[in-house]
Each structure stands twice: as C-alpha cells, then as structure tokens.
C-alpha cells in the first residue's frame, strides 16, 4: 500500500477536500476509501485532538491518537475506547464513553475530520450500523463477603476498609472507570491536623470544626454524625497517607470552608485519592474486585435482612450475594434533572441547570435503599455554585483566581451581588439576571503571564484561543468583545475600584484587595450549576442505614454524598472528601464486622 499523510481539521477542509475528492471513489452509500493514512483535528474537552487514520481500498484499519490535551484519568478511556469501537464496527456511529463525551466526540470528529480526506461516503459511514453483532447476554452468580455499590472515593474506602477487617469484597461500578464525582472534584479534606498547623501559627479545634460545620448547615445536620466526622477526619485522612496518598503540607481555606484546616492532595483535582485506592485495589486481588460497567439495579433481601444486589454488565446480568452485608455507595444526584425537580424546594426550576457533576450521579443509590424502605433526609438541601461552565456547567474554564480580585457583572454590563459573599446568596442572586448568566471580570494581577494556570490547568491563553475567555486592553474593548453596554462595564469597574478605597459597597461587601486598573482584562462567563445533593439516606455514626421508622436495615450500610443528615442545609468547602473517607471506612468496616 502505498502511504501517503494528509491532515485536515473540522474546520478547514475546503481546498483539501477538492484534491482529495477525486481520488475518493465513494458514491451511493457504499463505503470505499483512497489507501492511505489521514490527519484529522477536532476540538476534545480541554484543546485539540489529533488522530491518524489508517485505510485500505474497504477498511479503516487502524486509528492513532497524535496529541490531545486531557487528563489521563478522566477521559483517557475515550481515547481507548472510541478508536476500537470504529474499527470494531467499521462505523462513525459509536456510542461516546459516559463520563467522557466531550473527549469522545472529539475523537469521533477527529476520525471524520481525517476520513474525510480519504473520500469516502461519511454520511454512509455515520449511518452504518456497527458490523458487530450484540452478543447474547448471560448470567452469572457470585459470592463475596461485602459488596460495595459505587466506585467512587466513599466505595472503594469502604471497600479497602472491609479488605482490611477480613472481607472478600466485590465492588459494582456502573461507569466504565472508578472515580464518580470525587475525581473530577476540588478535593480539598478538611481536618484538623496540629502538626501541619501549629508550624503555621493556625489554631484549631475538634470542637471547632464541630461547631462550624453544624452551624454551618443551618443546625440541620444530626450532631452525632458531625461529630464522628469531625472527629475521625485526620485518622482517615492518616490513613489514606499511609496507603500512599500524598497531601502537601500547605493548609489552606478552600472557598466556604470557614477556618484554615484544608488539605491539598499532591496530584491534580481528585485524581491522587482514586490512584490511591486503585493501586491497593491492584495490589490485593484476592481479597478485592473492581467490576467497572456493572450497573447495581436492585437489592436481594431474604428474611428482612440486605443479602445481595442484582446486577447488569455489559452481557452479564449478575446475582452477586454478599455473606456480611452491602454498602451503597452511589453518590449524589447532581446529574439527574428528575429527582433534581422531585425535591427541590429552594431553588428556581432546575430542570436545564448545568451541573458539575459527573453524569453517573443520578441518584440510583436513594431508589435501591428507598425500595427497602430506608428513610432520605434532608433531600432539598441541594447545593448551587454560580461558577459552571455555560457549555458543560463544569468547574473548568474558570478565571477566577482569588475572591478578593475579580467582579461579576450581568448581560447588560451592571455588578448585582456582593461577590464574596456565601455560596447560595451569589447564586440565587445570578438566578435573577437575564438568561441567569454573567461574566467574571479581572486583570493582569490574576493572569500576570499568558501562562498562569486556573485550578482545572487551563492557562488563561488556551482558554482565550478556545474562545471561553476574553482579553483586552481596555474596558472598553473588552466590553465590545463580550456584548455588553462599554459604559455599563466601565462604571462597574469604577465601583469595584471604589470599593477597594472605601472598603465596602452598596451590596456591604467585605473581601477587597486590589483594584482592577491593569491591563489586559480578561472575561469569562458562569452560569449557575448544580454541585453537592446534601440529602440521601439516613445512616448512624456506625454508617448502618436507617428504615423510616428509625429501626436499623440488617445488612445495610451507606457511605459517602449518597447518604443526608451530616451536612445539613450547607456543606463547608473541604468537608465532602473528610465525609467520604471517615464513613466509607466505617461502613466497610462495620459490613465487614458482621456475621
Ligand atoms: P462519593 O463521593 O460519595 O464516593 P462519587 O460520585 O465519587 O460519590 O462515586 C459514586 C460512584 O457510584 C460513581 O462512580 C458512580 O458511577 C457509581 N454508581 C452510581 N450508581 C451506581 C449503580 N447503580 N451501580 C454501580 N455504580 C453506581
């Protein structure tokens, strides 16, 4: 076969193409190529993906991720995954990877990019049902001492946990990899650590960190549940280092957390605390199982105890029997709009919000425990950030480095909140403004190179070439460039720039540093999205779940955001990833206890 290389992007085909299509032999639906091996470019999650597409005269052959831009264990199955299924089922119309869509459909438009070159009828090939046949599905029966429902931080806590105090133990992921929202989170862990503080001059308290957190959530939070988190927040997150996990030794408060107890994991996002738990799982094979792609949909109960749960794969539906108990694990329901609209009482309609979330968090946990007749609380205290991504309502894309540097302002250019004050009011306040979106506003002491990374790693100039960021020289300028009124913006900035003088506005806002008087400006728009459900089931300080008439379920214990009542109407910054690892070690540990 002769080879020959010819690149293309999604955006730029014309001139190729006109080359190209008279050596494509395709016509009619029937799908042929020109030999070859093609270049293609398309837009991924963060920045461009880059394939190379091998063909023969009836085949794709062979496809090669060139480059792409994202974090390995967050979208790295897409670029596994995508490639096999078209060559597997000589088909553009694969399924994308759930919890990678954009990566995904990178890849697949990267693949149609280079295709495109080859002259091929990619309108057939999009159609083309996969030459694969769906395998018959079967079944299959399995036993474990514990087994855990959900692989995310809570899971495979528990799951380490139960290993640990001499469980065999399956856990039940429905994703294709572990990782749920903890992952993809902040992951900041609060807990008060005298050895990290005192070095720095912090003083802190069991006591205090109990206080803050139950008044923080209102007094809504069950005072027992507080305190064993407050409590077993350092041996957890001791225990954690000692499996590997490293925090660096800054202590640090992470927005809404109230005191300086957060602790910063060494690797980025949420990524070391999964690494962590999967290099142990790995290491323990016999005791632990990790099924990925295996959806829990119901639980076995033989003599009013939890004896199992029923399980689908991907062509296995499975009866996994668990001789101790069962640990639910499954998260929030962040990501699903349905039980989103069932419960929510505080916010405006939710049903189109973005949310932060990773699309598995849906809620499926309350609906097994529910059916058992466990009792859910607090289920409207959900919580809102006004920083989502206007495309995905993800966190990335965010230009704000520090509370005390940036603005808000509206479509029309005006500021409408005190921008440092609590979570809720900030985004109850956007709820109000046109199309409930606004631009965050700041200057070069946020970006002082092009180079300065936000906390996702986007440094602001990728997210000005990806057009989710705006730069100019003036206010004026920028204020063109966003479409908002130039004079509107222009006395917002002299408000702010007031403010920083007078040291309060007329929203009685109180975090003030610097003014914004320093070219370039830069832009970047928020809509408000849906990040934490507070609300799940009722468990008690031993993490055994409770029935509506407050009687423990045998066999049935839950762990992590899937679980109500610890947090109150307000979960503090920092302490959902204390949350997840105290109980999911409890949980394990009290499954695994029971005989
Ligand atoms: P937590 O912080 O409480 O651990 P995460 O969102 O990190 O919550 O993890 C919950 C995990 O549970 C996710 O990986 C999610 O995909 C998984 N999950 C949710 N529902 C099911 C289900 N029905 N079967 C198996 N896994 C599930």
Redesign the pocket.
């Known amino acids: 076969m002769k080879r020959f290389l010819k690149r293309a992007a999604m955006t730029a085909l014309g001139g190729v193409m006109l080359v190209i299509g008279i050596m494509g032999c395709a016509s009619g639906g029937k799908i042929a190529f020109t030999p070859g091996v093609y270049q293609g470019t398309a837009r991924g999650f963060n920045g461009d993906v880059t394939v190379e597409v091998t063909v023969d005269a009836a085949r794709i052959l062979d496809i090669r991720i060139v480059a792409q831009n994202d974090t390995p264990e967050i979208s790295g199955l897409a670029y596994e995954r995508i490639p096999r299924a078209i060559v597997a089922g000589q088909t553009l119309a694969v399924d994308v990877v759930s919890g990678a869509t954009f990566s995904s459909n990178g890849v697949i438009a990267a693949v149609t990019a280079a295709l495109e070159l080859s002259g091929v009828n990619l309108d057939a090939l999009k159609t083309r049902r996969p030459s694969e046949a769906g395998a018959a599905r079967t079944a299959e029966t399995l036993d474990a001492d514990v087994v855990v ?7 495979l806590a528990a799951a380490i946990s139960a290993s640990q105090n001499g469980a065999k133990v399956i856990v ?4 294709p990899r ?5 992952i993809i989170s902040g992951a900041a862990y609060n807990a008060v650590d005298p050895a990290r503080q005192r070095p720095r001059g912090i003083e802190d308290s069991i006591d205090l960190h109990y206080t803050q957190t139950f008044e923080g959530g209102d007094m809504k939070g069950d005072p027992a549940m507080v305190r064993t988190l407050v409590e077993n927040a350092l041996p957890a997150l001791q225990w954690m280092e000692s499996m590997g996990m490293e925090f660096t030794d800054e202590i640090f408060t992470v927005l809404g957390a109230l005191w300086p107890r957060s602790h910063r994991p060494v690797m980025p996002l949420g990524t070391g605390y999964i690494d962590t738990d999967l290099k142990y799982i790995a290491a323990h094979p016999d005791l632990i199982t990790l099924m990925v792609d ?3 949909t119901e639980l076995i109960v033989a003599n009013g105890r939890v004896t199992g749960v029923k ?1 689908e794969g991907q062509t296995t539906d499975y009866v996994l029997n668990a001789g101790r108990g069962v640990v639910i ?4 329901f962040g990501a699903n709009k349905e039980l989103r609209q069932r419960f929510n009482t505080q916010w405006p309609d939710l049903t189109n919000a973005g949310t932060t979330n ?1 699309p ?3 809620g ?2 309350l609906v097994l425990a529910e059916a058992v007749d466990a009792n859910l609380v607090g289920m409207e205290y959900i919580q809102l950030l006004p920083m989502g991504d206007p495309e995905t309502g993800s966190l990335s894309g965010n230009i704000e480095q520090a509370v005390e540097d940036r603005f808000f302002v509206n479509k029309e250019g005006n500021r409408f909140v005190d921008e440092g004050a609590r979570r809720d009011v900030m985004t109850l306040a956007l709820f109000e403004q046109t199309d409930a979106y606004m631009w965050v506003i700041c200057d070069r002491h946020s970006y002082p190179t092009p180079q300065v990374k936000n906390n996702f790693n986007e440094s602001i100039e990728e997210l000005i070439q990806q057009g989710r960021a705006f730069e100019a020289n003036t206010i004026e300028e920028l204020a063109r460039k966003i479409g908002v009124p130039p004079a509107s913006l222009q006395a917002a900035t002299a408000e702010f720039n007031a403010g920083v003088d007078a040291g309060t506005d007329r929203f009685g806002r109180t975090l003030w540093k610097i003014k914004i008087d320093s070219p370039p400006y830069y832009a970047g728009a928020r809509i408000p999205t849906v990040h934490h459900t507070m609300g799940g089931i009722q468990i008690n300080p031993q993490a055994q779940v409770l029935d509506r008439q407050g009687r423990i379920v045998p066999g049935l214990y839950a762990a ?3 679980t109500g009542g610890i947090h109150g109407s307000n979960r503090l910054g920092g302490n ?1 990833l204390a949350d ?1 690892h105290v109980f999911g070690r409890i949980a394990g540990a009290s499954a695994a206890a029971e005989r």
Do not use: C, R, S
Request: hydrophobic share 35%; glycine share 34%.
């Open positions: 429902i959900g692989g995310g931080g809570a899971g039940l992921e429905k994703m572990a990782g749920g929202n903890t295996t959806k829990a399980a694990a499954t998260g929030g990773h598995g968090a849906t499926d946990g992590g955001e899937v959902a997840i």
